[in-house]
């Protein structure tokens, strides 16, 4: 079960540009909650975070919900109700939203479904896929690309995905150096992880809020 820790109410300012990646989502978190999120991290999985109610009441929406909500899935028609009607709920909506639309490219996806395996051995990657303007992937410099947030890499080979996931145009990003951003006893992390590469034409940035964590390979 599920304790609902997010007591207070609070006013949901939109998180100041000017922060790093990895400390935006737990200032994100902690701007709609009242209680030290650190201390919640370390007391509570990742999943039961990702899907604690974030407003006063047990129908307010999780992290979950939002980001399903404002990325076009679908989630349970109760709880989209709920969002229609509830003021926390609306205001998260837009935080996130915010967030999401202040720098990233909208059609590109860091494939993860919220959740990113890293091997302890074997092959480390990332997935992008874009739904939107074809050849923007194949136009990447792979020595450019660095990620961050809770994963840290940089540099990379680009090799087409033989999966074909949502997206018409997917590649995998295949890391020298590809580590989670967590003490090595720590074996989840949920976090943002960006990625940015420089293109042909300019320049790519995209960022999921995701769930990373260390697995054995095998
Ligand atoms: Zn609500």
């Keep these: 079960m599920i304790?609902?820790?997010f007591r207070r109410k609070k006013t949901?300012?939109?998180?100041?540009?000017?922060?790093?990646?990895?400390?935006?989502?737990?200032q994100f978190l902690q701007q709609q909650t009242s209680f030290d999120i650190d201390e919640f991290l370390?007391?509570?999985?990742?999943?039961?975070l990702f899907?604690?109610?974030?407003?006063?009441?047990?129908?307010?929406?999780?992290?979950?919900?939002?980001?399903?909500?404002?990325?076009?899935r679908?989630?349970?028609?109760?709880?989209?109700?709920?969002?229609?009607?509830c003021d926390e709920c609306r205001q998260a909506l837009r935080a996130y939203e915010s967030l999401k639309n202040t720098h990233w490219a909208n059609d590109l996806m860091i494939v993860a479904s919220h959740r990113i395996r890293i091997p302890e051995?074997?092959?480390r990657y990332l997935v992008l896929t874009n739904r939107g303007q074809s050849g923007t992937l194949e136009q990447i410099l792979?020595?450019?690309?660095?990620?961050?947030?809770?994963i840290l890499a940089s540099g990379c080979v680009i090799r087409p995905s033989a999966r074909r996931y949502d997206g018409f145009e997917t590649v995998e990003l295949h890391f020298k150096q590809f580590e989670l951003n967590a003490p090595s006893d720590v074996k989840e992390i949920?976090?943002?992880?960006s990625v940015e590469a420089k293109t042909r034409g300019g320049k790519l940035r995209k960022r999921e809020f995701v769930r990373v964590f260390r697995e054995s390979y095998g």
């Design 3 to 5: 304790r609902n820790l």
């Design 12 to 26: 949901l300012p939109v998180p100041p540009v000017s922060l790093t990646d990895g400390a935006r989502a737990r």
């Design 42 to 48: 370390a007391s509570q999985t990742a999943d039961e």
């Design 51 to 72: 899907n604690c109610p974030l407003g006063w009441t047990a129908d307010c929406l999780s992290v979950n919900q939002v980001a399903e909500l404002v990325e076009g």
């Design 74 to 85: 679908r989630i349970e028609p109760v709880a989209r109700r709920h969002a229609a009607l």
């Design 121 to 123: 051995e074997g092959p």
């Design 142 to 150: 792979p020595e450019s690309v660095t990620v961050e947030g809770a």
């Design 190 to 193: 949920c976090d943002w992880v």
